[in-house]
């Protein structure tokens, strides 16, 4: 399973948590780095680069591949049609 990167809104703590992509976690108890006490403040979720190009491939959306840069081809009849992705790349790849 992927490692996410958390940063708690009240302590400003980073914390790596593990689970299934389709989740989201919203509080995990950890220790202020300040004062030493026990937090269990909301957290926010770090959108890590590297984490979403290790899942690429497997249940990465469509919406998150646009959004990091990438080109989608849909295979057709004669190639490959572009779905989305940046103007520099071409709209038609023909088979070979
Ligand atoms: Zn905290």
Same mark, same amino acid.
């Given at each position: 399973? !992927?490692?996410?990167?958390?940063? =708690? ?5 980073? *914390? ?8 989201? #976690?919203t ?5 202020? !780095?300040?004062?030493?006490?026990? =937090? ?5 979720? *770090? ?8 899942? #690429? ?5 469509d ?16 190639g ?14 023909q088979?070979?």
């Amino acid at each position: 399973m !992927p490692a996410y990167d958390y940063r =708690c809104q009240t302590c400003g703590q980073e *914390l790596e948590l593990v689970h299934r992509m389709s989740e989201t #976690v919203t509080t995990s108890a950890h220790t202020d !780095p300040l004062s030493g006490l026990a =937090c269990e403040g909301p957290l926010e979720r *770090l959108i890590a680069s590297v984490g979403l190009a290790k899942s #690429v491939g497997s249940s990465v959306s469509d919406g998150q591949l646009q959004r990091a840069g990438f080109t989608k081809y849909v295979r057709g009849a004669k190639g490959y049609e572009k779905a989305f992705g940046p103007d520099r790349t071409p709209n038609f790849v023909q088979r070979e």
